[in-house]
């Protein structure tokens, strides 16, 4: 049986993924470092379904990568693998360009060197910059703010010129806006190591107490509220968009926007968890996040047009979702 081989399987996204990959009669094969996710996430997943074989690689070591795809029929790959830390980015820019573009050049590398065709590359709405909302696909790209964004970038550009040069390869790329809850089983979740730098998981934590007080970053920008928008995608939803992308690989690049194509404010989500959940959420105000931009939502149309793909949860949904796995987890 021919299997999907998905890099970063054990991590937020990629887990959600192989949930709904397996739930759709896919064999898989996971490779994880575990350098952003922990092994208890693969025993959770097991029990969800058991349909999958793990590997302790580094999608760098071309080398374990080559030893996996001379020992499996692999039919395609799904890479979620890299490091997705804005702010650390900025830090410690040459980690992020040496494990996320790396990894996908050795990637495709040993994809082409083993006739694996099927290639679908987990990219951002980052990519954007300071593009107009709605994002669109066909958007001019324009320099993001960060080298977590341009590894993203460069990473799509790679693929297309691969893509162009070797016209049986086909490739998905797919451009998330801001993935958020969790299974509805509350096995698997968001589960940040240390402080959460992304919205929900701080709410959740500040909603169970490991954290004091949310601090919304500035309500001084030019939307209703003054505070950020989003648009916010339950990943189950994100999950499911890859099968739909998978399943609709044909040969050449087709790049989609993975959101709802609605904005919630920082605020509106706030309110949106106290209602959804019970639960009160201390926040304050303070000063704007240097890098963040005002409002950030996608034009959702073409995966729905050509994958038959739209997003179904809504905000609630994401709520009481990500609470449910916060609130399993241990203090
Ligand atoms: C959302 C809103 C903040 C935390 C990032 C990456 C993006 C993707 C998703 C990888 C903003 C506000 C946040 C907090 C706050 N990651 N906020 N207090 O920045 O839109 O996107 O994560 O693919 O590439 O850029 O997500 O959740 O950090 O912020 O007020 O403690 O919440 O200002 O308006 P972001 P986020």
Known sequence: MMKI???????????????????????????????????????????????????????????????????????????????????ESVA?????YLNNVVSTMILAKVCKKYNVNKFVFSSSATVYGENKVPFKEEMELLPTTNPYGETKAMSERILMDVAKANPIFSV?????????????????????????NNLMPYITKVAKGDLE??????????????????DYIHVMDLAEGHVAAYKHLSKGVHIYNLGTGKGTSVLELVHAFEEANGIKVPFQIVERRPGDIAVCYADASKAEKELGW??????????????????????
């Not at 410690?92 to 992020?96: D, G, H, I, Q």
């Not at 998905?172 to 402080?195: C, K, T, W």
């Not at 007080?213 to 989003?230: E, I, S």
Request: charged share 25%; aromatic share 10%; hydrophobic share 35%.
């Open 172 to 196: 998905s790329i797919l451009r998330y806006f801001n993935p958020v809850g969790a299974h509805e089983s509350g096995l698997i979740g968001e589960d940040p190591n240390g402080i959460p």
């Open 213 to 230: 007080k949310l601090r919304v970053f500035g309500n001084d920008y030019p939307t209703p509220d003054g505070t950020g928008v989003r």
């Open 310 to 331: 739209k997003a179904k949860r809504n905000i609630v949904d994401m709520c009481r979702d990500a609470w449910r796995f916060e609130s399993r987890q241990s203090r």
């Open 5 to 87: 081989l998905v890099t970063g399987g054990a991590g937020y996204i990629g887990s959600h993924t192989c949930v709904a990959l397996m739930e759709q009669g896919y064999s898989l094969i996971i490779v994880d470092n575990f350098s952003n996710s922990k092994p208890p996430v693969l025993e959770n997943l097991r029990k969800l379904n058991d349909n999958f074989i793990f590997y302790n690689v580094d999608v760098t070591d071309e080398e374990a990568l080559e030893q996996i795809f001379l020992k499996h029929d692999i039919e395609g790959v799904i890479h979620f693998a890299g490091y997705k830390a804005v702010g």
């Open 92 to 96: 410690e820019p040459l980690k992020y």
